[in-house]
């Protein structure tokens, strides 16, 4: 029978194949296969402190973005060309793999310890619809608070370029450039939405100015997903010309305090995207308790809204809850990467549909 260890391995090795990356799932699926006879070899070896970590853990993405990070900071100069799409045989890859593996032995488990750590950019297209949607209701500016916000690169969204093919939101101009990731059937992209405010919280919030930061958002990102790395890269270029606080706090205590009061004349947008798993359930129900009782001071001239891209099955889920009415609606469907975006009326053959908030 497989070890757990290896399980894991093949599950995300699965899951990457799923996702488009043809390099992390081959080097996932052959290390999962050089652990199949035990814990020997150098992956059994590095691997087996934590093989008794917890699936939510994401043990096989640390381990990879634990080797990302050297081959970014110049330990794995061999494979670097692997990871930029030069040499594209796997095998040859695995092997260039392994070296830095053994070269790197004794620094690597304190790497792969680290969480992992994401700020997509993509999932700005898959938030942005629920934007307009806020400041088509409200009429008003809007207020962003980011909770489980990383480095806050989607606290810039309205920075960024949008298009579809049939319609463009944003700057033009921007250096961040989302392209192809709306569905033919997609949420309208129609209207204003101009923020006045942004702030965010996290647990342990990265900063862009830093370039040890830096390098854990790069080395988490996929390296044969050269889209994603290049959009990575330019936000966090864009991110260092638009200053953003980023507090270190738990969201429920953080978003109870930025809600204490009311905020006139301006829409309150609290937010977040592939975070609510991280929470946990006592955290969690403290957070909505915190967002219902907030929604029921809402008034039309300082109204809250609530806007979560989270998972429903094999994708997510865009929903928004809108005070005063606190009426939960699905504005949109979303791969996890937000590679893709579509409209809910795909699926349902009419307007989005009023959800149970779970």
């Known amino acids: 029978m497989a070890s757990s260890l290896t399980l894991a391995l093949r599950n995300q ?8 990356s043809i390099l992390y799932s081959g080097l996932l699926e052959r290390a999962a296969t050089s652990t199949d006879a035990g814990l020997g070899g150098i992956c059994g070896r590095l691997l087996r402190e934590f093989s008794n970590d917890p699936p939510q853990s994401l043990l096989a993405l640390r381990f990879l973005g634990a080797v990302h990070r050297l081959v970014l900071q ?9 990871y930029q799409g030069d040499i594209l045989d796997l095998d040859e890859t695995w092997k260039r793999f392994c070296q830095v593996l053994q070269t790197n032995e004794q620094n ?8 992992v750590r994401t700020n997509e950019v993509g999932r700005s297209a898959a938030l942005l619809p629920g934007f307009l ?4 209701q409200t009429g008003l500016q809007l207020r962003l608070l980011e909770v489980g916000a990383c480095a806050g690169l989607n606290l810039r969204w309205d920075r960024y370029f949008y298009e579809a093919q049939d319609e463009a939101w944003g700057d033009a101009a921007s250096g961040v450039s989302i392209r192809g990731a709306y569905r033919h059937h997609h949420p309208s992209l129609n209207g204003e939405a ?5 702030s965010g919280c996290d647990d342990n919030p990265l900063h862009v100015a830093s370039e040890e930061d830096t390098l854990t958002l790069l080395s988490y990102v996929w390296p044969d997903h050269e889209i994603r790395v290049q959009r990575m890269r330019a936000a966090i270029e864009l991110a260092r010309r638009i200053p953003v606080t980023i507090d270190k706090a738990r969201a429920e205590e953080w978003i109870e305090r930025q809600l204490k009061w009311p905020s006139k004349q301006r829409a309150t947008v609290v937010y977040h995207s592939m975070f609510q798993d991280s929470m946990t359930s006592l955290a969690r129900a403290r957070f909505q308790f915190v967002m219902e009782e907030a929604g029921n001071r809402a008034t039309k001239d300082a109204p809250i ?20 009415g606190g009426k939960d609606t699905l504005v949109a469907l979303a791969g996890f990467h937000g590679q893709w975006v579509e409209s809910p009326n795909v699926a349902e053959g009419g307007a989005s549909r009023p959800v149970r908030l779970s």
Do not use: F, H, S
């Open 74 to 82: 110049g330990d794995g100069p061999d494979l670097m060309p692997c």
């Open 194 to 198: 101009p923020v006045i405010e942004r």
């Open 133 to 136: 949607e806020v400041a088509r």
């Open 305 to 324: 809204a609530w806007l979560r891209m989270e998972p429903g099955g094999a994708e997510t889920e865009i929903r928004l809850r809108i005070w005063p």
């Open 108 to 115: 690597l488990p304190a790497l792969i310890r680290r969480p």
């Open 13 to 20: 090795a699965k899951q990457c194949g799923r996702l488009g």
